[in-house]
């Protein structure tokens, strides 16, 4: 079954720590990001990635820092240095076909909670 | 900047009617715009892309149309039933920012049986 794999669906963070949230992806896309979901507002980009050993930052980088070794990997990790970390956050990828022709695929989300 | 809207932030039907849903983009300049339907505490799945040289996507009760001259898209769900109640996102793709989705912050949908 092809698809994302985020891990773990949970987690709890303590202030100061910093934790690291997987997605794992067997679609062969090249093409991959992170998402930040608050109640009642939209998705805002974190950071993506278009191919390994590169990635570039979204909206709201700050306090966030990832890598792209592998093509089916991109951990983030959530810093102490995000004030307010506590969100879902979603893992998504796309191939990098024809511009107008790219269909975004999302995992299940984790959700990160200070306590 | 581009800017997505979805308006009315939640909705409420009866089970059998069709459900209309709108999303609004400030600039036309998009390669594509996306439905995605999403359940609580879950991730997102796709519904429909429709690319900015089509007028419309169609996939079994679900069609969507896109305007994009006038910077709208609109979701119709054919005889709703309960289980299509979830949170309706629409993202568009600008061309000035491949990858970069712009998210609107959806519609909330309850079909009552």
């Known amino acids: 079954d092809g698809g994302i794999t985020q891990s773990p669906k949970y987690l709890f963070r303590k202030e100061g720590q910093n934790v690291t949230l997987s997605c794992e992806q067997n679609l062969n896309h090249d093409a991959m990001y992170w998402y930040r979901q608050d109640p009642g507002q939209g998705l805002r980009l974190i950071y993506y990635?278009?191919?390994?050993?590169?990635?570039q930052k979204g909206d709201i980088a700050e306090g966030y820092s990832v890598s792209r070794e592998k093509k089916e990997s991109f951990p983030l990790t959530v810093t102490s240095a995000q004030k307010n970390p506590t969100a879902f956050y979603l893992c998504?990828?796309?191939?990098?076909?024809?511009?107008?022709?790219?269909?975004?695929?999302f995992g299940q989300g984790t959700r990160l909670t200070v306590v | 900047k581009q800017e997505v809207t979805q308006i009315p932030a939640a909705l409420s039907v009866p089970e059998g009617e069709n459900l209309v849903l709108n999303c609004s983009f400030t600039?036309?300049?998009?390669?594509?715009l996306q439905w995605f339907r999403q359940d609580p505490g879950k991730g997102l799945t796709s519904l429909l892309l429709?690319?900015?040289?089509?007028r419309e996507q169609t996939s079994g009760r679900l069609n969507a149309s896109l305007d994009k001259s006038s910077g709208r898209s609109t979701l119709y769900i054919a005889a709703s039933q309960p289980g299509d109640s979830a949170t309706y996102l629409c993202a568009v793709m600008p061309t000035d920012s491949w990858g970069k989705l712009q998210f609107g912050a959806g519609t909330q949908v309850v079909v009552t049986p």
């Open positions: 600039d036309s300049a998009i390669y594509n």
């Open positions: 429709i690319q900015s040289s089509q």
């Open positions: 998504a990828s796309s191939p990098t076909l024809e511009y107008w022709d790219t269909e975004a695929f």
């Open positions: 990635s278009q191919i390994v050993n590169d990635f």
